[in-house]
């Protein structure tokens, strides 16, 4: 029972910083999902609510590369003398492994490098380990960043660790404390969940536990029913809409004849939701593995629903595993466990309210290691599930539940590893204006730092201090609390300058008020020039569909910045261009930019779709050669350059063959290189006859 620190050295790359600009809202608050017929009432509620991509008032971070080399994370140790579970105090508070020293073996699945991808909010994250993920669908902001983790002390002297920070964007409170008793087997976790304000907030908790994947492994939970995705709606980047069907395992109607317990059945990136009944005893999942060992994870209520998700056996999902960790090292499952049906349906948290509960991560044996085979799953499930519950029962864990609750006040006797400043401008900000705030959870003055500066500065002076154009503002604030005082700022003649509208427009826009928030950019041009605002007007235009317009603003932004701030000025210019069919000019912006920009993946990917339009072969070639960081989950853009190239070729080599002829031969009978095959799924696949067959999915 030790709470420590460790620093641990392994092959990776750091996260190198964040890109200046503000990343607005999707302008729809719910993302388009719906049922095929076959959902409840219950699956139904909420299907796509409050899903919309949303960032603000973090930053993206996208400053990191493929290139791996010996670097130090620090670590947070919560040991007894059975179980040790490391966890990553700088980059989310990730369980990054949990050991049984019995036996000296990983439960979990422990990702033997540290490769950021972009698959997270705010684009860098990583695999492996157990991550909580809080507040807005998606991988939780801070899966790359720095959470508060603290040592404190139980009612019998056991030490136990505290993970916590102030999440801004919904303003709440996000808490865990993990408790390792002495003799337990089982790692618990209890979550509290805070909203101090009188408003209710959309909310979202998923738990995503990574474990090792095997041919044999098998997976359960507290039902055989399961809500699944249909794999052309996970497909479709162009116009996206999840499409959920309802059935029983083991059987998937998009896995015909095959037993869709086994994730090593899949042949795409797979997913489904057990429907666990509102029953504590319910309240689990578990993995089998060939040699009778049973990796479960247990709750209490309200955590009632699980999921099962793998990348799949084939091309693109074999290439997702490697491309996060090594070759041979990164096949993985993931067990996950969430408030609501599936990721996709929303849930709000009411004002003034606070939500717990445990959750419990360990594992056992059976003592017959066939059951969990049985053809029945039926039985098999039984079998597991007596197993999971006689290793720990739901009685135990609401007892220990009770107890975790109490300590979940307790003030921490030290601060192990500081998270950011935002918790301590909040605490600052609570004093100042007479608000509550919970005491127990300690903020230090020392985590302020220049991301923090500026607001700190409002609230304590009336007024927002000034920047030079060319230096980006660290941070952006969208927080209704700070609307006031930034308002005030304006009334002052030293807070009434460009740099202040420019902020006011982000926070009118973030929130709804498009019309006041453009005013407020052109009020800050009329002040001074500033490649932000530019940029901001010509965001807009693209979003009302003013293409042309959109270009000139963009043009405007990238001229005044003229390489010297960021180069995600240059990557939209592209993106615009290239969405315009303006290859030509899309490609002698790039061939101006000095030659680091140049280099840059998003740039160089961008630079290879307008080439293959204008013949520039031998940089299309090398572009299809290189190994991008920039490779977002659903991406295509590699496999789309890839057919569009070899179409051109063809429609060269072969007279009279027109555009759609090429594309449709290309898409029929090549496949592209594994290593730059990102798909989650193809609708299309090749059988044994060297020909195609179109699968037999349910319409959609």
Not at 82 to 102: C, H, M, T
Not at 388 to 395: D, K
Not at 495 to 524: C, F, P, Q
Not at 584 to 591: S, V
Request: glycine share 6%; hydrophobic share 35%; net charge negative.
């Amino acid at each position: 029972m030790r709470a420590y620190i460790e620093v641990e050295k392994i092959q990776g790359c750091y996260i190198e910083g964040e890109h200046p600009l503000p990343i607005f809202r999707d302008m729809e608050e719910n993302k388009p999902s719906r049922g095929d017929g076959t959902l409840a009432a219950e699956e139904e509620k909420q299907l796509g609510e409050h899903t919309g991509f949303r960032v603000l008032p973090y930053r993206m971070q996208d400053k990191y590369s493929r290139e791996k080399k010996p670097i130090f994370l620090k670590t947070v140790v919560l040991e007894n003398e059975k179980r040790r579970a490391v966890f990553l105090p700088e980059y989310g508070g990730r369980l990054q492994s949990f050991v049984n020293k019995e036996t000296g073996k990983e439960i979990l699945y422990r990702n033997p490098v540290f490769q950021p991808a972009n698959l997270g909010i705010r684009n860098a994250w990583f695999s492996g380990g157990v991550e909580w993920n809080a507040a807005q669908y998606g991988h939780t902001v801070y899966s790359s960043s720095p959470v508060y983790f603290a040592k404190c002390i139980g009612k019998d002297g056991e030490e136990f660790v505290r993970m916590y920070e102030f999440e801004r964007m919904k303003r709440l409170y996000i808490q865990i404390d993990f408790h390792l008793p002495k003799g337990a087997e089982t790692l618990f976790l209890h979550v509290k969940i805070q909203n101090l304000d009188d408003e209710k907030k959309s909310m979202y908790w998923w738990t995503n536990i990574a474990i090792q994947a095997e041919e044999k492994l098998r997976v359960f939970s507290g039902t055989d029913e399961v809500m699944y995705l249909h794999p052309e709606s996970i497909s479709d980047n162009v116009n996206p809409v999840r499409v959920f069907g309802h059935t029983r395992l083991p059987d998937l109607p998009t896995l015909p004849g095959k037993d869709s317990s086994y994730p090593s059945n899949a042949d795409y990136s797979n997913e489904f939701f057990f429907q666990n009944p509102e029953k504590p005893e319910a309240c689990w999942s578990a993995a089998a593995y060939g040699d009778g060992r049973v990796f479960f994870e247990e709750s209490t209520l309200p955590l009632r629903y699980r999921k099962m998700f793998c990348w799949g056996r084939h091309p693109g999902g074999r290439r997702w595993c490697s491309y996060l960790a090594t070759e041979t090292e990164g096949n993985y499952v993931e067990l996950q466990a969430g408030l609501t049906p599936t990721q996709l349906n929303g849930i709000e948290i009411p004002g003034k309210t606070v939500w717990e509960f445990t959750q419990a991560i360990g594992e056992t044996r059976m003592e017959d290691i066939q059951a969990p085979y049985q053809k029945d799953y039926g039985r098999a499930r039984k079998s597991v599930e007596q197993q999971v519950h006689q290793a720990l029962g739901e009685e135990e864990l609401a007892c220990w539940e009770a107890y975790f609750k109490e300590m979940s006040v307790k003030k921490a006797e030290r601060i192990l590893s500081a998270g950011t400043g935002w918790g301590t401008l909040e605490r600052q900000r609570c004093e100042k204006e007479g608000e509550g705030f919970p005491s127990w959870l300690e903020f230090e003055d020392s985590a302020l730092g220049a991301p923090q500066y500026p607001w700190m500065f409002l609230l304590e002076n009336g007024f927002l201090p000034e920047l030079d154009v060319m230096e980006a503002p660290k941070s952006w604030m969208v927080d209704a609390k700070f609307e006031h005082l930034l308002r005030h700022s304006l009334a002052d003649q030293k807070g009434d300058h460009y740099l202040a509208h420019l902020h006011m427009g982000v926070m009118e826009y973030e929130n709804g008020n498009r019309t006041a928030g453009i005013n407020e950019w052109r009020k800050s041009l009329e002040q001074k020039a500033s490649p932000i605002a530019y940029r901001n007007l010509a965001y807009d235009e693209k979003m009302q569909g003013n293409q042309n317009q959109a270009i000139e603003y963009m043009k405007k932004a990238v001229e005044l910045e003229d390489n010297k701030i960021d180069k995600v000025f240059s990557e939209e210019y592209m993106a615009l261009l290239l969405e315009a069919k303006r290859y030509e000019n899309a490609w002698d912006y790039y061939c101006s930019l000095p030659m680091k920009r140049q280099e840059s993946d998003r740039l160089t990917l961008q630079a290879g779709l307008a080439g293959v339009e204008i013949g520039q072969e031998a940089f299309v070639e090398a572009v299809l050669h290189r190994e991008f960081s920039c490779i977002r989950e659903g991406d295509t853009s590699l496999t789309d350059l890839y057919f569009r190239y070899q179409a051109k070729k063809r429609m060269q080599e072969i007279k009279d063959c027109d555009e759609q002829e090429a594309a449709r031969y290309v898409e029929e009978n090549l496949n592209p290189p594994e290593e730059i095959d990102f798909r989650m799924f193809v609708k299309r696949e090749r059988t044994d006859e060297n020909k195609y067959r179109e699968r037999n999915f349910p319409a959609t």
